[in-house]
């Protein structure tokens, strides 16, 4: 998959987070990649900081998007507003956690 550099960072990122210290983002995130070899499944856990390939079971944010929409939000070459504005990232579930943590990133 293209968007792997970007899943990496994303794991090097929740990996620092201190349990022990304050943090801005307690949710659940469950990312439906699509790629062109199917769609990646992918779980983003910040209540227990853990990141991985699956399916979370009562995931609080649902955000589903294209590999390219994906590093190009990784790589912060659109932001997070302007790519769901423009529909290249959808989501569903709690929008004040996906804001949250779109605010973080």
């Given at each position: 998959?293209k968007c792997?550099?970007?899943?990496e960072?994303?794991?090097a990122?929740?990996?620092?987070i201190?349990?022990n210290?304050?943090?801005?983002v307690?949710?659940?995130f469950q990312?439906?990649i699509?790629?062109?070899?199917?769609?990646?499944e992918?779980?983003v856990d910040?209540?227990?900081?853990?990141v991985?390939?699956?399916?979370a079971?009562g995931?609080?944010?649902?955000?589903?998007?294209k590999d390219e929409?994906f590093i190009?939000?990784g790589t912060?070459?659109?932001?997070?507003?302007?790519a769901v504005?423009?529909?290249?990232?959808?989501m569903?579930?709690?929008?004040?956690?996906f804001q949250?943590?779109v605010?973080?990133i």
């Open positions: 998959m792997d550099a970007v899943i960072k994303i794991k990122r929740v990996t620092g201190d349990a210290g304050p943090r801005k307690l949710g659940v990312l439906n699509e790629a062109a070899d199917g769609v990646h992918l779980v910040l209540k227990d900081l853990k991985y390939d699956g399916k079971a995931a609080d944010v649902v955000i589903n998007l929409d190009a939000v912060k070459a659109i932001s997070v507003h302007d504005g423009q529909g290249k990232v959808k569903s579930g709690d929008e004040a956690l949250a943590l605010d973080a």
